[in-house]
């Protein structure tokens, strides 16, 4: 059986909650279908010694204020968990848990959300699945004939798991520095830390709540047809977190240059240089996870949808909240989505009004 409803929110993590939050506000009828069996978006996946770029007072929905976690300057991911759990269940978000949407296309004057367990009509479609189910693996020579244990930052959970290994983690931004520094600072694991280029540290002083207004300031310059202002990138690659900065300043978090190639037993470098390895984290970032929308053939250059803000150029009921900052700035962030689904929000109502 069709169901009907003025919007459906495709994906139940802290971007579709933002959009939830606001969609209520305004009055409209919605649904927020989300592919996880409970609450807490991709953070319930995250490693165990995650902890978030800022405070808690710093890390909040629109509404809401994110409770400090006991003893933790910087909230673990269990706590933003339990944080969305709140969130959706004190207003009272229309989210369904454990469906899987699987396309959205035109019907008409509608738009046909079609999942694992049923069908929406609706007047409007605000995507919000993020991109932690779609992990990022480079086309690395050999990485086929590496006999060891090969995953991606996705998988990653805790030092134990490694034991006794000698482990090779690539990636030169903050999940390859967090995992890294994890590894090192536990010392039962022998780490080599691979990067394309030497690692960048920000200064130690400098924590989300800089990076957001940094990028605002990016995104606001850009609009009013400034130069690039080089954004967080122009600052460095990586949060020093409190891990981060110990296994630093123990001198535990030095990079070597990229491999050539991957053999049987590891890594070969161009000098010819090698280093064994039981297993490989590929810790080399994400790509958005727009498969449901292959039927309405947006896609643009390197996969992206082109949008106006949030609003795909291509098909005006459809937004896209939450992928980075080509969907707003820092809107992949919790403090940055908020602003981004309440602007969202607000182009909905006057495409249905």
């Known amino acids: ?41 991709s953070w319930q996946h995250m490693w165990d010694s995650l902890r978030l770029f800022s405070p808690a007072g710093h890390s909040s929905l629109p509404g809401r204020l994110m409770p400090a976690q006991a003893g933790e300057a910087y909230p673990g991911a269990g706590h933003v968990v339990e944080y969305l759990a709140d969130y959706e269940k004190r207003y009272d978000l229309p ?23 049923g069908t929406w009509r609706a007047c409007a479609v605000i995507s919000a699945t993020g991109t932690w189910s779609r992990p990022f693996l480079p086309a690395v020579p050999g990485r086929s004939v590496f006999t060891g244990r090969q995953l991606h930052t996705v998988n990653y959970r805790r030092p134990a798991d490694f034991a006794g290994q000698r482990v090779i983690v690539v990636g030169g931004g903050n999940s390859g520095a967090q995992i890294a520094a994890d590894l090192t600072l536990d010392g039962r694991v022998e780490v080599t830390w691979v990067t394309r280029r030497p690692p960048r540290f920000l200064p130690d002083d400098i924590d989300g709540r800089a990076l957001f207004d940094v990028a605002t300031a990016r995104r606001r310059a850009l609009d009013a047809g400034q130069g690039d202002t080089g954004g967080v990138a122009s600052l460095g690659d990586i ?94 962030t919790l403090t940055g989505v908020g602003r981004t689904a309440r602007d969202a929000v607000r182009e909905v109502a006057g495409l249905l009004t």
């Open 1 to 41: 059986m069709t169901q009907h409803t003025d919007v459906v929110v495709v994906g139940g993590g802290q971007a579709g909650l933002a959009a939830g939050y606001h969609l209520r506000r305004h009055g409209l009828d919605s649904v927020i279908l989300d592919a996880d069996a409970a609450p807490g978006g």
């Open 95 to 117: 989210v369904q848990h454990g469906i899987r949407v699987e396309g959205v296309r035109r019907d008409g004057d509608r738009l046909l959300v079609e999942a694992d367990s």
């Open 239 to 332: 949060v020093a977190v409190p891990s981060v900065r110990a296994a630093r300043d123990a001198g535990l978090l030095t990079s070597k240059p990229m491999f050539a190639q991957l053999t049987t037993t590891g890594a070969r470098w161009a000098d010819g240089s090698r280093s064994d390895a039981n297993a490989i984290i590929w810790c080399t970032g994400f790509r958005p996870a727009l498969a449901h929308l292959a039927p309405l053939n947006l896609r643009g250059p390197r996969g992206h949808i082109p949008t106006d803000g949030t609003r795909a150029l291509g098909e005006p009921r459809l937004h896209l909240l939450g992928y980075g900052d080509w969907t707003g700035p820092a809107s992949a």
